[in-house]
């Protein structure tokens, strides 16, 4: 059974940068194909796709937010960590790990809710 | 910038159908787009339905069918029920560099 669980925290301040963890269970970021990725939603809109790590460490970001984010793995731990630096109420969101196998994005986790404060 | 379009609302009785779509700001919407379905309630994950095309997730009932129809993916609800009342995002799969691009999600209401 793959199940994955975001953590982090709910308030950051405006220019704070932010770490959330993904920890899961059920498969290995060491198999080929496998993804690990991030997706967020603002509160009432929709969900934008923000980054992905495959089991290859091959990375991909959201293009509009490049230049912000950074995902790493830690295949031992069963861990993807995203940070997102320079955060702004807008980022104010509920952010989602899910597992990826090639194209698919097909389990999720239940979310964690980042409202970004002074 | 690449847009993917889904119709805002929608609304259908119980035990209608209907055809929910996803398209592209240009270009036609292909299976090599891997166009894959999720639904989600308020306060709640996306659950996944569909995934490359057509393929329906474990536990989806079959009443849920994915496709292409023309120049778009679709999503197609069959004898709908009143717990389909939920929103729904389609998902296109860019390639290399950019991965993954969500559309706005189609708002379902089951009356």
């Known amino acids: 059974q793959i199940t994955l669980k975001e953590s982090g925290p709910t308030l950051v301040k405006p220019t704070q940068t932010l770490t959330l963890t993904c920890t899961f269970s059920g498969f290995s970021l060491s198999t080929s194909g496998v993804g690990v990725g991030w997706i967020r939603q603002p509160p009432g809109k929709a969900l934008e796709w923000l980054a992905l790590?495959?089991?290859?460490?091959?990375?991909r970001y959201s293009p509009s937010l490049k230049s912000r984010l950074t995902i790493t793995k830690d295949t031992s731990k069963n861990q993807v960590v995203l940070t997102m630096t320079n955060m702004d109420p807008v980022d104010t969101a509920t952010y989602y790990c899910?597992?990826?196998?090639?194209?698919?994005?097909?389990?999720w986790g239940q979310g964690t809710l980042v409202t970004v404060s002074s | 910038q690449t847009v993917v379009t889904q119709e805002p609302s929608f609304s259908v009785s119980p035990g209608g159908t209907v055809t929910l779509t996803c398209g592209l700001s240009?270009?036609?919407?292909?299976?090599?787009?891997?166009p894959s379905w999720y639904q989600q309630t308020p306060g709640q994950a996306p659950r996944t339905l569909i995934y490359?095309?057509?393929t329906r997730s474990s536990g989806v009932p079959d009443r849920f069918s994915g496709s292409i129809l023309g120049n778009k993916a679709a999503l197609t609800i069959t004898g709908a029920q009143a717990d389909d009342e939920s929103d729904y995002y389609c998902?296109?799969?860019?390639?290399?560099?950019?991965?993954?691009?969500f559309g706005g999600g189609t708002k379902l209401t089951v009356l």
């Open positions: 790590i495959y089991w290859n460490d091959d990375k």
């Open positions: 998902v296109l799969y860019m390639g290399s560099g950019i991965n993954w691009v």
């Open positions: 490359s095309t057509n």
């Open positions: 899910a597992h990826g196998t090639g194209a698919t994005i097909d389990y």
């Open positions: 240009s270009g036609s919407v292909s299976t090599s787009y891997y």
